[in-house]
């Protein structure tokens, strides 16, 4: 059990639902102080009430710097400045390629790949000043590794934020900043299952371990990138996906 996050302030975008509220719960069990960012304060809110441990919920849109700069204000304010960023706010809304507007891929790309560059922007100033700075982003295996039909943009979008992590990873190293990404297959969350039942019953058939993931399968991932422990570890990913991209063909398992 990693402990080392403990008293440790972590802001985390996305944090009202699925995976990033997981995440959130993870490290809030851990220790740490825990702020969640999302476009429905409202629920960020609640949500951060449900977690407890002093966990606190912000309004904030990851496709607006001068939002999350209030944001992450208010954040370090409240909790003594901030240690770790978790960029994982993400949509993933379906459009096949040949209907597939300049306004759905914007929506895709400025919330994914422009979302986790404004958030690491927000966050610098405050990371800066920590001792043990840390950036953890939510990527995918859909892009990096694996396609899916109907997700080229966010396909490119998630293959964008490896592009971007390897070199801020060095950028960022001269002032003890690590930055990795979880790489999750199929986890349950309120996203995934707006996919549908047939989409969810595939992906099962399809997994090795015969199950999705869990919400806290990759909050335990982001809390070993984000732990003192993992301080020599930075551009690298995890892969969290129960074995999915592995086998050859349905036959293999
Ligand atoms: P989800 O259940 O739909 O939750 C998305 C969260 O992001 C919500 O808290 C939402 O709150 C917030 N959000 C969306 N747009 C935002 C914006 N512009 N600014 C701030 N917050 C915003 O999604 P999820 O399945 O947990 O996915 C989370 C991340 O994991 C994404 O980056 C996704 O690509 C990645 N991922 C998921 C899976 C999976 O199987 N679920 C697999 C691979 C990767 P508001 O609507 O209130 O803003």
Request: glycine letters at 14%; charged letters at 20%; proline letters at 3%.
């Amino acid at each position: 059990m990693v402990h080392s996050v403990s008293g440790r302030s972590v802001v985390i975008t996305g944090g009202s639902k699925g995976i990033g509220k997981g995440i959130a719960r993870v490290f809030a069990h851990a220790g740490a102080k825990v702020a969640i960012i999302a476009r429905h304060g409202d629920q960020a809110m609640a949500v951060a009430d449900e977690i407890g441990h002093g966990a606190m919920g912000l309004g904030g849109d990851v496709t607006s710097a001068k939002s999350l700069e209030a944001a992450f204000t208010e954040a370090a304010k409240r909790h003594g400045g901030i240690d770790i960023v978790c960029a994982n706010a993400g949509i993933f809304p379906q459009a096949a390629l040949d209907e597939m507007t300049e306004a759905q891929w914007d929506e895709v790309s400025d919330t994914n790949l422009k979302g986790t560059f404004l958030t690491v922007k927000a966050a610098l100033p405050f990371l800066k000043k920590s001792e043990q700075g840390r950036i953890v982003i939510t990527s995918s295996i859909t892009g990096p590794i694996t396609g899916f039909p109907g997700w080229t943009h966010y396909a490119a979008s998630k293959a964008g934020q490896l592009g971007f992590m390897r070199t801020a990873c060095l950028e960022l190293a001269k002032y003890g900043i690590t930055v990795n990404a979880v790489m999750p297959g199929n986890i349950i969350t309120e996203g995934l299952i707006g996919n549908g039942e047939a989409y969810i019953k595939s992906m099962e058939a399809s997994v090795p371990l015969k199950r999705l993931g869990t919400v806290d399968d990759i909050g335990h991932a982001a809390l070993y990138f984000a732990s003192k422990e993992a301080g020599y570890v930075t551009g690298q990913t995890i892969i969290v996906d129960g074995g999915q991209i592995l086998p050859e063909s349905l036959e293999a398992i």
